[in-house]
């Protein structure tokens, strides 16, 4: 009797754990479109287990502003942006949790311009909370991270189990086993074309306001525990006036303090020639322009401070290698998108 009664909770157990197992692809195959979000996040659990390099973590702007295939090309190491558009501040923790999960990359290096531009998911509104969480896998970190950052006013249970939200879609194609599917981009993504204004520097400090200042020493708290070489730093964004470089001083001040590497585009920022005319897309995104000139002086930057690795003739990498005929096509697409957006709005300024 007792045997046979072990022999049942076994067997329900399996079947829980199948039945567990089903409802998680079905989810992910009901997971439509999200922005650039989903694309992004599931392209990330398309790579290869601990064959990352180099994993940027960010916003909308940390992902229009690097091209990881050009930095292939370039220099030879492996790169990935995990971002999601409006990335909140206290979101950040677990997404470094989510990153090494699956990959031991030599730096993972985070963009502080969530910070500055006070992003926060409770502070904002309900799609962008699901920029925030929808595109994780299911997992106790995902679990976790809608408890601690989406408010109860929200509804968190389509967020624990968003087949709720989704189930009237259609099957989203192309996504595989797991919610991974491949992203040739690598989580670039290319945005649209406005004109902007060269940031205004100041030696001037400004504390970040609450909840901002207690996110930020969460996040340094959490990167201690983090056994991957950890950087912060921000892009040379346009746009920016003094208030939001007395901000950006400020965090990098505690950063240094606390004993991680900061990384400040905005003290070499004439090294780009950026055209600010064509480069971006508002004062906070690049497009493929500016995004490849960001490329090629930061990841040289990257490259000789962190020693990573060229590994264009690893046979481990040969898709990489493959893959770039399909990149290269990508950026004449884009760079036509950008060249038709910027003549439509030169001849509507200039009527």
């Known amino acids: 009797m007792k045997r046979r009664s072990l022999n049942n909770v076994f067997k329900a157990g399996v079947f829980s754990l199948l039945l567990a197992m089903l409802f998680f692809q079905v989810s992910y195959l009901y997971r439509g479109p999200l922005a650039h979000t989903r694309g992004n996040l599931s392209g990330f659990y398309a790579c290869r287990k601990n064959s990352l390099d180099l994993v940027f973590v960010g916003t909308s702007g940390t992902f229009s502003a690097f091209c990881p295939m050009d930095a292939w090309e370039q220099f030879g190491f492996a790169s990935y942006n995990f971002c999601v558009n409006c990335m909140s501040t206290n979101a950040m923790p677990y997404a470094l949790t989510e990153i090494v999960k699956t990959q031991k990359p030599k730096v993972v290096a985070i963009d502080v311009h969530s910070f500055i531009r006070r992003n926060r998911t409770m502070e904002i509104s309900e799609r962008d909370a699901r920029y925030n969480t929808d595109a994780y896998r299911y997992s106790l970190n995902r679990f976790r991270l809608i408890h601690d950052c989406v408010p109860k006013s929200f509804g968190r249970f389509s967020y624990y189990f968003d087949i709720v939200k989704y189930h009237d879609s259609s099957f989203s194609r192309g996504f595989a086993i797991n919610g991974a599917r491949h992203n040739v981009d690598k989580g670039f993504n290319n945005l649209q074309w406005g004109v902007v204004e060269a940031p205004v520097m100041t030696a001037g400090l400004k504390a970040l306001e609450e909840p901002f200042d207690s996110d930020l020493t969460a996040l340094i708290e959490r990167c201690r525990k983090l ?125």
């Not at 490259?303 to 950026?331: F, I, M, Q, T």
Request: charged share 30%.
């Open 227 to 351: 056994k991957v070489k950890v950087l912060f730093f921000t892009y040379p964004y346009g746009n920016f006036r003094e208030d939001s470089i007395a901000c950006l001083n400020y965090i990098k001040k505690r950063v240094q303090e606390a004993g991680f590497d900061f990384l400040d585009c905005e003290e070499f920022i004439g090294d780009f020639s950026f055209d600010y005319t064509r480069d971006y897309w508002e004062g906070a995104h690049f497009n493929i322009y500016g995004a490849q000139k960001v490329t090629a002086l930061v990841g040289a930057l990257l490259k000789e401070r962190y020693g990573l690795p060229d590994r264009r003739s690893d046979a481990r990498y040969s898709k990489w290698n493959e893959e770039l005929s399909s990149w290269h096509e990508n950026v004449v697409k884009y760079k036509e998108e950008i060249d038709c957006l910027r003549r439509k709005g030169m001849e509507n300024s200039n009527p």
